[in-house]
C-alpha cells in the first residue's frame, strides 16, 4: 500500500513539475515586457502593456500556489517509509528541482521590479510625456533605452575628456618639476664649480647686513636729537 502510495505522489509531482515549467517559461516572457511569447503559454492571454501588470500578478499567484502544492507534495512522500536508495534519490531530486522553480520565480520577480521601477525612472526624468497611457506614455521601451543610452554616451565621453585634461595637466607639471630640478641641479654644479663666487656672495650678504645695521643707527641717533631738540 505504501509503495502504491508514493508511485501515486510521484506522478502528481512530475504532472505538477511540468505545469509550473510551462508557467515560470509564460511568467518569464510577461515579466521581461514579451507580450507575444506570453500569449501562447496562456492559451491565447493578451498580454498587451495594457493588461501585462495584471497577468502578470495573476500569474505570480497562480505559480505561488502551485509551489505551495509541490512542496506538500514532496512533505507527504518524505512522510512515508523509505523503501530503498532509489526511493531516497528519487525525493532528493524532487526537492533540487522545487528549489530551482522557487529561485527562478524569484529571480523573475526580482528582474519584473526592477524594470517596472526603471521605466518609472524614466517617466519622472522627462523622457516621456503624459499621455494617460501606462505604456510609458507613448514612447516605446526601445526609443526609452536608446535615450538613456545617448544620455550615458553623452556623460562618458564628458568624462573621458575631463580625465584627458587632468593627464595633460599631470604631464605639464611633472615636466615643469623635471625643469625645475634641472636649474637647481645646474645652480648647484656652477655653486662646487666656482667657490670664489660662493664666498664673494657670502661678503656681499653680510656688507649688506653691515650697512643695514649702520644705517639704522644713524637713523636712530638722528631721530633722538631732533627729539631732544624739540623738548628744548
Avoid at 663666487?197 to 653691515?210: D, E, F, P, T, V
Wanted: aromatic share 4%; net charge neutral; proline share 2%.
Amino acid at each position: 500500500m505504501g509503495g502504491s502510495s508514493c508511485d501515486v505522489l510521484r506522478k502528481q509531482a512530475r504532472s505538477l513539475e511540468n505545469e509550473i515549467d510551462l508557467k515560470l517559461v509564460a511568467f518569464s516572457k510577461i515579466g521581461a515586457g514579451s507580450g507575444g511569447g506570453g500569449s501562447g503559454a496562456l492559451g491565447g492571454v493578451d498580454t498587451s502593456p495594457l493588461l501585462g501588470e495584471h497577468v502578470f500578478d495573476s500569474l505570480s499567484e497562480e505559480i505561488e500556489q502551485m509551489l505551495e502544492k509541490l512542496s506538500s507534495l514532496n512533505e507527504s512522500m518524505s512522510d512515508l517509509p523509505a523503501s530503498g536508495a532509489a526511493a531516497m534519490h528519487t525525493l532528493q531530486r524532487h526537492r533540487e528541482i522545487l528549489q530551482g522553480y522557487r529561485q527562478e520565480f524569484n529571480k523573475i520577480c526580482a528582474n519584473h521590479t526592477m524594470r517596472i521601477e526603471r521605466e518609472e525612472l524614466l517617466r519622472g526624468s522627462g523622457l516621456a510625456t503624459s499621455s494617460g497611457s501606462p505604456s510609458i506614455s507613448g514612447l516605446s521601451r526601445r526609443e526609452m533605452y536608446l535615450k538613456e543610452s545617448g544620455h550615458l554616451s553623452s556623460a562618458s565621453h564628458l568624462v573621458n575628456d575631463q580625465i584627458n585634461i587632468a593627464i595633460e595637466t599631470r604631464d605639464h607639471l611633472h615636466a615643469q618639476r623635471q625643469a625645475f630640478k634641472r636649474l637647481q641641479t645646474r645652480f648647484n654644479d656652477i655653486s662646487n664649480r666656482f667657490p670664489l663666487i660662493n664666498s664673494l656672495i657670502q661678503r656681499i650678504n653680510i656688507k649688506k647686513r653691515r650697512d643695514s645695521l649702520i644705517l639704522g643707527a644713524v637713523i636712530g641717533f638722528c631721530v633722538i636729537l631732533l627729539l631732544l631738540y624739540a623738548f628744548n
